[in-house]
């Protein structure tokens, strides 16, 4: 019976952070179990873009992972990204490594049967939601059906909405460090390339952006995302906004002409990496969005929640061989995310804030980048 059992290790969610998490375990010999509200395939609202860092995230676990995920047949893969500044004039920046745009009902489906394959000691609860989590000696994790599970170890892996950070690490929204975004699928967009992210930063839509992702058969993720922040201040609908700008922004409309919806128009949060939180205690890790670690000026956050996921299992391992569980030793998980990503993290803060609604600074920045020299430099800025 999965209530009298004492887990090692409970997982809370099953997206990119936990599933990796679960991966990373494998042969570890410890008992896991892993908890999602949602049954799978499940969708989850996202531009779609998979960096290339997941590629290698799943390499370090096992380079056939990265091989599975090339044999994926519905992805486009992303060469570069078209950036358009107020003005219209748009910047092409190619990447040094390819990336993919894969939706998330695929993507997420794949990573989760991928770790339920690969971890053969992993029990699954799936399509109950966690009500609450209260630490003790051990962790009991309350579903919504009732049972209670107890486990040694949690690692939160719940999005952004996660009721153990909450909980457990006292973690609230700040809208400073949070953004809102919208998503709607289309069919038929025209002049996509099939192989570039469109960026668009638009002069009535400052700070945040616009963006066309490429899908396979002729389909596309478009949306519209900004910082919390501004959207409470100005009282601004981002559904509202998203309409707008296809209907009304004329360079936009003539691409959306003869391109149908596929779905009404969804939101979600993001909780940006641009601020520390405490993501590690007494037998616990957060990892992914409910640790807050989506790039501040991309909105990416899927390459994190997998790489923090494969840390926590990484860490979760040495504290059952030091038999070790206590704050002190657990602070090195925290210390190892942020030597990772809070470089990045902060660099692109900065660019989110200088940039802001500076049209004259996003245009001269895109005629700048367009400099042949100039642009032979320019740094990984998405990928
Ligand atoms: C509009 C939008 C666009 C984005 N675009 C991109 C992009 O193009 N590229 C990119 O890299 N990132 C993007 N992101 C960010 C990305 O979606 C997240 O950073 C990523 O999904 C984080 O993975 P995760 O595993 O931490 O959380 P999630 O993917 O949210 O997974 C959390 C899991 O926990 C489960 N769960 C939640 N609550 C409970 C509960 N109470 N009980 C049990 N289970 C629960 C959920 O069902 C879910 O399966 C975007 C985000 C948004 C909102």
């Known amino acids: 019976m999965l209530e009298e059992t004492i887990f090692d290790i409970a997982i809370c969610g099953a997206g990119p952070a936990g599933a990796t998490c679960a991966l990373a375990l494998k042969n570890a010999g410890l008992q896991v179990v892993m908890i999602d509200k949602a049954t799978f395939p499940r969708d989850k609202i996202c531009g779609d873009a998979v960096s290339s860092i997941t590629k290698r995230v799943l390499r370090q676990i096992d380079p056939s992972y990265e091989t599975e995920l090339l044999q994926f047949e519905s992805k486009a893969s992303i060469t570069q990204a078209k950036l358009y500044s107020p003005n219209f004039e748009s910047l092409e920046i190619s990447f040094a490594k390819i990336g993919h745009c894969i939706k998330r009902i695929d993507f997420d489906n794949w990573l989760f049967h991928l770790a339920l394959r690969e971890n053969k000691e992993l029990k699954v609860i799936s399509g109950i939601g966690i009500k609450d989590v209260v630490q003790d000696e051990n962790f009991s994790i309350s579903l919504e059906d009732g049972r209670c599970i107890k486990s040694k170890l949690m690692i939160a892996c719940d999005g952004a909405h996660s009721v153990a950070a909450k909980k457990i690490a006292k973690i609230k929204v700040d809208r400073k460090h949070y953004s809102g975004a919208v998503r709607q699928y289309y069919e038929g967009v025209s002049g996509l390339s099939g192989n570039a992210l469109e960026v668009y930063f ?149 660019l989110q804030k200088l940039l802001g609604d500076r049209k004259w600074l996003i245009n001269g920045l895109i005629s700048f980048g367009n400099i042949p020299f100039v642009k032979k430099q320019i740094p990984k800025v998405f990928y």
């Open 202 to 350: 638009l002069k009535d839509f400052l700070p945040g952006y616009f963006w066309i992702f490429p899908l396979p058969n002729n389909q596309a993720n478009v949306g519209f995302g900004m910082l919390s922040d501004t959207i409470a201040k100005n009282k601004i609908d981002l559904k509202k906004s998203l309409q707008h700008i296809i209907k009304d922004i004329p360079q936009v409309a003539e691409r959306f002409k003869n391109a149908t919806p596929l779905e009404d128009i969804k939101g979600f949060g993001l909780p940006l990496g641009s601020k520390k939180y405490k993501i590690a205690g007494k037998q616990y890790m957060l990892c992914g969005d409910a640790a807050a670690l989506i790039d501040p000026f991309s909105g990416e956050g899927i390459e994190t929640a997998m790489e923090s996921g494969k840390f926590a299992a990484e860490q979760a391992i040495k504290c059952f061989q030091e038999k070790d569980f206590s704050e002190a030793f657990m602070m090195a998980y925290e210390q190892r995310v942020y030597n990772k990503m809070w470089p990045n993290f902060r660099n692109h803060y900065w």
